[in-house]
């Protein structure tokens, strides 16, 4: 068991309006206690904060909730740190369990326990943190309903469905004093590191502007008809707070990423990793417009929602300007990266990806030309380090927040096809009140993201 280190931070002082005029209501830990009678007189079920404790020396008891795909990854990941035990998986389908049971115990040595219904798992005070790699319609209530029940999470990225989910994840952060590390690896890798130090010298000079691309091939999502659900799936609990639909495989399996109602996309799938890098090096926080050039070029007749081309750009405060490029129909990478951010500076320019790094400067002559290889790592060990000692994390909620936001930013603009002013302080769109109803959704039965966490 581990002990609860204080981790608090500076609170954002924002108020969000959304679509419904709804206040966001900043609890702190003091007042909590006060105000759960109230709260639960809304209908929101809390789940038990308590948390156990033991010396900072023990490792962190782990549940993994989805364990196909990145799940599995970040199991087998977990399973070989001595920081680390897995003592439970968790996957609304029963199928899943035996594989993932086999590949964690030939690593730890132990056998962890499944669970079918992740409310389930937050009953047990075992269970330190969970990590959470379900689709991305989950990302928010998992987290929420982790924070609420003492547990620390790590949370695959993009963090949300929506701008609202996202907040409120950060406001359950700071509500039950929890650590929260975004699945965003390379925050925590050496030469990404590095490379934001080059940056903050002032070698590549005064940095006007950032690329990030994310190019790359992807395959289509044809279209099936609705079938019966599988022996061992529970629908509805992976449906969660999605509108409710009939099962569908191809959807379940691999289409929900470019469904609206359950994914944001490869710009918040896999260009979160890219705008992360680029906001970071950029030293920017929230950007003050955005507008978005896309479409479907290539992937036509098929289920996808979502754009395979998009160009979009951001302008932030102090002249910063931040261009993400998407091609998901290219076989080729682009200046030796698939996934890659620029820098442009006035004495200089840098290429970062996840396998080196480059440094150009007057006259074409490169300074720095770096092949490193790229971990999880580090990562990982950030985050159970957080946990274990309160030490701190590399890409914490409110980091991950603002990272994801330029990503359902983008998609917004794509989806109104407009350009959108956005304003900071209120965290919301100015004087365009149907952009401003994509911020948030209503949710769907006891899958519903609360107003006050």
């Not at 896999?270 to 950029?282: F, K, M, P, T």
């Not at 992937?299 to 979502?306: A, E, K, N, P």
């Not at 006259?363 to 946990?387: M, T």
Request: hydrophobic share 40%.
């Amino acid at each position: 068991m581990i002990v609860n280190a204080s981790r608090s931070r500076a609170r954002l002082s924002i108020d969000l309006p959304f679509q419904q005029g709804t206040l966001m209501h900043h609890l702190s830990r003091r007042s909590f206690l006060n105000a759960s009678a109230a709260t639960a007189a809304t209908g929101l079920t809390l789940l038990s904060s308590s948390t156990a404790k033991a010396a900072p020396g023990d490792r962190v008891n782990l549940c993994v909730v989805g364990v196909r795909g990145r799940g599995m990854g970040l199991a087998r990941n977990f399973a070989g740190l001595s920081q680390a035990q897995i003592t439970h998986i968790c996957d609304v389908n029963e199928a899943r369990f035996e594989p993932a049971i086999k590949a964690i115990s030939e690593i730890q040595g132990t056998a962890p326990q499944p669970v079918q219904d992740l409310r389930r798992v937050l009953e047990l005070p075992s269970v330190d943190a969970i990590v959470v790699a379900t689709p991305d319609h989950w990302h928010a209530l998992a987290t929420i309903w982790g924070c609420q029940a003492g547990k620390h999470v790590y949370v695959e990225k993009p963090i949300s469905n929506n701008v609202f989910e996202g907040w409120q994840m950060v406001q359950a952060a700071r509500t039950y004093d929890r650590a929260v590390q975004v699945g965003t690896q390379s925050r925590s890798v050496p030469h990404y590191r590095e490379a934001i130090e080059y940056i903050r010298s002032g070698k590549l000079g005064r940095v006007h502007a950032a690329k990030a691309w994310n190019s790359q091939l992807r395959r289509r999502v044809p279209a099936v008809p609705d079938s019966p659900v599988p022996t061992g799936l529970d629908w509805n609990i992976w449906q969660g707070p999605a509108p409710e639909r009939s099962f569908n495989e191809n959807v379940y399996t691999y289409g929900w990423r470019w469904l609206w109602d359950y994914g944001t996309g490869d710009m918040g799938n896999d260009g979160v990793h890219d705008l992360d890098i680029a906001r970071w090096g950029l030293g920017v926080d929230f950007p003050e417009a955005v507008q978005c050039t896309a479409d479907k070029l290539q992937f036509t007749g098929d289920i996808q929602q979502t754009p395979d081309t998009q160009y979009v750009t951001f302008t932030f405060p102090a002249n910063r300007i931040l261009l993400y490029e998407q091609r998901l129909w290219s076989p080729y990478t682009q200046e030796g990266f698939e996934n890659g951010v620029a820098f442009y500076g006035n004495a200089g320019y840098m290429l970062i990806g996840r396998r080196g790094w480059k440094v150009v400067e007057r006259g074409n002559n490169v300074v720095v030309d770096r092949q490193v290889p790229f971990s999880d790592i580090p990562h990982l060990e950030n985050f159970l380090d957080a946990v274990r000692t309160g030490a701190e994390l590399n890409c914490e909620i409110e980091e991950g927040y603002r990272s994801t936001l330029l990503a359902h930013l983008g998609n917004l603009s794509y989806r109104v096809d407009r350009p959108l002013e956005f304003d900071a302080a209120s965290q919301t769109f100015v004087d365009d009140a149907e952009a401003r109803s994509l911020l948030k959704r209503r949710g769907r039965k006891e899958f519903v993201i609360p107003e006050t966490v």
